[in-house]
C-alpha cells in the first residue's frame, strides 16, 4: 500500500506528472526541486518544505517520468535520459507553473540535470547541487552494483512501493543504464563553462556514489562563483541525514540571491 498523497498531475511532455508546490507565498524566485535517481516527491522527506521555511520562498517539487506516483516507466532509458529532462521537460514544466527565473536545488541526477538545464544557455538564478554527477566514476558504478545487489536479495522492491508506482521498473529505469557499457562515457563537463549563476556545491564524506572530483571538475569550469560544503560522514544524502547544516548552509546562499 502506498504512501499517503497530495500531489497534484499534470501532462508535461506527454506524461503525467506528479506535483506539488510547497513554502510560503513570495515575490522571491522559487525553488524547484529535482530529485534524484531512485528519488519522488516524498523521498525528499522534509527537507524541501524546511527549506523554503526557512528561506521564505516557494518550491515547486515533481516526480519525474517513470518515479513516485508519476506515469510509470514504459521503456529503457537511453544514456541521454538526463540531456531530455533537461532540455525538454524541465523547461515545459517551467513554462507551465514558473513564470520567472528559477533557483534550482538537483540531489544527484537531479543535480546533474539541473547543470544541463542551466549550462545550455537556460535562465537560472542559482543552483544548489547535492551530489552532483558530471561523468561516471570507478565508485559510482561500485555504488550502484551494490544497490542492484541490495534489490535482488532483500525486500528494498517492496519498500520502495510505498513510494512509486511501478518499483521495478523505476530501479531498472536508474541501474540498467548507469550499469550499461554506453554509460561508461557519459560526461556533461561541456555544459559547465557557460553556467553563470552562482552554484553551492554540497556532498557527504563518505558519498557511495562519487568523490570530491565531480565537485573540482565543477568548480575548475563554471565560470560563476562556488561554494563548497563537505559533511564528515555523511553519505550520498547528506540533506537527509545531517539536514541541519545543509539547510543552514543553503538558506545563507539563498539569501544573497533575488
Known amino acids: 500500500m502506498g504512501a499517503a498523497r497530495t500531489e497534484e498531475r499534470a501532462t ?4 503525467s506528472l506528479a506535483y506539488r508546490w510547497i513554502g510560503p507565498d513570495s515575490a522571491r524566485a522559487p525553488l524547484v526541486f529535482l530529485h534524484e535517481g531512485l528519488g519522488s516527491i516524498e523521498l525528499w522527506r522534509g527537507f524541501p518544505e524546511s ?5 521564505r ?3 515547486l517539487m515533481y516526480s519525474r517520468y517513470g518515479n513516485g506516483w508519476s506515469e510509470a516507466l514504459e521503456d529503457p532509458r537511453r544514456p541521454g535520459y538526463m540531456h531530455d529532462e533537461a ?8 513554462g507551465t507553473f514558473v513564470h520567472r527565473t528559477p533557483i534550482l536545488v538537483g540531489h544527484s541526477d537531479g543535480a546533474s540535470i539541473a547543470l544541463i538545464f542551466a549550462g545550455a544557455g537556460s535562465s537560472v538564478g542559482g543552483l544548489v547541487l547535492i ?7 570507478d565508485r559510482s558504478l561500485v555504488g550502484i552494483n551494490a544497490a542492484l545487489e541490495e534489490f535482488r536479495s532483500t525486500d528494498l522492491a517492496t519498500r520502495m512501493a510505498k513510494y512509486h508506482r511501478d518499483p521495478e521498473a523505476t530501479f531498472r ?9 554506453s554509460f561508461r562515457d557519459w560526461n556533461i563537463e561541456e555544459f559547465l563553462p557557460t553556467i553563470e549563476c552562482p552554484v553551492l556545491l554540497v556532498q557527504g564524506e563518505s558519498d557511495e556514489f562519487g568523490t570530491t572530483a565531480q565537485l573540482d571538475a565543477i568548480e575548475s569550469r563554471v565560470s560563476g562563483p562556488t561554494k563548497r560544503l563537505l559533511i564528515k560522514e555523511a553519505g550520498h544524502s547528506p540533506h537527509l541525514s545531517d539536514p541541519g547544516p545543509v539547510t543552514e548552509a543553503a538558506v545563507a546562499f539563498l539569501a544573497e540571491l533575488a
Do not use: M, Q
Open 12 to 15: 508535461i511532455a506527454g506524461r
Open 51 to 55: 527549506l523554503c521555511a526557512a528561506a
Open 57 to 59: 520562498r516557494r518550491g
Open 87 to 94: 532540455r525538454v521537460v524541465l523547461p515545459e514544466l517551467l
Open 131 to 137: 551530489a552532483p554527477h558530471v561523468f561516471v566514476e
Open 173 to 181: 529505469g536508474w541501474n540498467d543504464i548507469w550499469l550499461h557499457p
